[in-house]
């Protein structure tokens, strides 16, 4: 099933979502959820571009989307209706609150005539419901003014759709006496408002179905599961490699959608030696947390694309200095300010080449929500083990939506322990023992890592060429030279693993992706295999260097599909590097694929 609720901004639609999908992850289903939200604070009331959504995909089998289509649309107002209408397939249920459709509403996002009155809906199964003035009427008892009932009726509505899907309802109400513990009259009249919604699905006619979603219990492997965003996801990712390294871990970090919810995770836990610094602005950030690397620390900055670009001297400093630093990059629509609250993969060649000069920097994208932990430890371990700032690469789509993630076991989380260096590491002509900063590891081409303060392990930084082992400013062109192709030899040599192939059928064309893309891509290629084609499949989390197999893989294939949100960057690269004629399949409209949309894409190229 997939259910969509929509209104204004200050309906409450991201939590009346987020609260659905909670009770559906604990009675076991898969799910898949998009938050859609306005990127104003509080647009106005009642217009198109004021209309939050927040859909979610939920099933008793293994799902990887948020959905294509809604099969339920809970449209708060005439506004969510109209913006979300064109969405929804014919025969899908729409519950609209009658109460908001007022003729100057209406009027308000172009609706000539009421909609729910002009035939217009006759396709679709309409269920006209009161919302505002029945949890007015449950809530009479309370002392509460008219508006703050009215504030209310998200939480009917959430009932209403609790009871149709046999959701669970004791999480829900131990959430809002939790949420508004100091006022316990309004958990309350939540509360109240809740169960008279669902008592209203109970015993209205209008009705007369409800239906069961079973769990998913084939889908997962045997564990603990929690529904998770990508954010949160990523903040545990850090935390955890922070523990796995044995350092503490410092975010320096600047307010930025859709990339704040990391800073404010990782605040909550100083219990664990996470240190966070809210910067005065994006250079300042990354500033603090290479001192903080500089300093021993497993540092951090996060950020989206806007961010990067004023962090890039300084990612060019870290690249100089060698030192391990993770940027966070959560990308959102560009370029400039661009679409905040809105998806887009378009940062890679920023990640790549965005620097001054030589400044090769190693890529890690994670693919799915609950993957942004495992890539967070990746990023940690090629940036501890290299000493080399390492991008990471989300979106918005990753960071705001949900899936089930399996707790893992401390004992199957990688060891990232490092060794700082303890003293003198090269002797001169003359015997005398010394510390050379730039002195490498035969096997990674990592320089020591040396923590201020230890004795006898002075040595300079800055951004002026290092001499190739002393560390000295040099100017001498030979020694330039050298530290340029060594420091793109060290990111050239980073052991990755090799890229898997999904090829059941000996398939003549292979899709690849990268990112987010994941889900419709994979959900794509399972429509075309179920219809009897033959598709092959591949996805890449590191993105610099690639995996060495990549270019026999790509080669194997009489074509190679590249679906991105973006106009073709990944593809710039692998034409590039490989001088394979690959295809683009592109779109930058802020919104992820659809898995209709990928199939019918790659149908085409499979006959083409």
Known sequence: MIIR????????MQLTGDRFTSETASFGNDLSTLPNFPAEIRA??????????????????????????????????????????????????????????????MAKVGYGSSPLEDGSLDGYHLHPVPLTSLTVQALKDFDLSRKEAERSKNMFALGLLSWMYHRPTEGTERFLTSKFAKRPGVAAANIAAFRAGWNFGETTEDFAVSYEVAPATTAFPAGIYRNISGNLALSYGLVAASRQADLPLFLGSYPITPASDILHELSRHKNFGVRT?????????????????????????????????????????AVSLELPLLVVDIQRGGPSTGLPTKTEQADLLQAMYGRNGEAPVPVVAPRTPADCFGAALEAARIA???????????????????????????DELPDLRVQFAQ?????????????????????TLARPWAVPGTPGLEHRIGGIEKQDGTGNISYDPANHDFMVRTRQAKIDGITVPDVEVDDPHGARTLVLGWGSTYGPITAAVRR?????ESI????????????????????????VVIPEMNLG?????????????????????????????????LKEAIDG
Do not use: C
Not at 528 to 532: D, I, T
Not at 569 to 589: E, F, G, I, M, P
């Open 277 to 317: 610094f809210q910067a005065e602005d994006e250079i300042a950030g990354i500033g603090a947390a290479l001192g903080a690397a500089f300093g021993g620390s497993l540092a951090v900055t996060t950020t989206s694309g806007p961010g990067v670009a004023l962090k890039s001297e300084t990612i060019g400093l």
């Open 384 to 410: 501890l083990a290299y000493r080399t700032p390492v991008f990471l690469l989300s979106d918005g789509y990753l960071a705001n939506g949900s899936e089930p993630w399996r707790i893992p076991e401390v």
């Open 5 to 12: 609720f929509a209104g204004d901004s200050g309906d409450g």
């Open 423 to 443: 003293g003198f590491n090269h002797a001169l002509e003359d015997g005398t023992e010394v510390f050379w900063p730039y002195k490498r590891d035969p096997q």
């Open 44 to 105: 106005p009331a009642g217009t198109l571009p004021g209309v939050s959504s927040f859909q979610l995909h939920f099933a008793d089998h293994d799902i990887l989307t948020p959905g294509d289509a809604p099969n339920v649309l809970v449209a708060m107002n005439p506004a969510a209706l109209r913006a979300n209408i064109g969405d929804l397939p014919r025969g899908a249920e729409i519950i609209v609150n009658t109460d908001e459709f007022t003729k100057r509403a």
């Open 528 to 532: 075309l295999r179920a219809a009897g």
């Open 536 to 559: 092959a499949q591949a996805h890449l989390r590191h993105l610099n260097p690639f995996p060495g197999n990549l270019g026999e893989v790509l080669r194997g294939y009489d074509r």
């Open 569 to 601: 960057q990944l593809a710039t690269l692998v034409r590039a590097k490989y001088l394979v004629d690959a295809h683009s399949y592109n779109q930058v409209n802020g919104m992820p694929f659809k898995a209709e949309q990928l199939a019918t894409a």
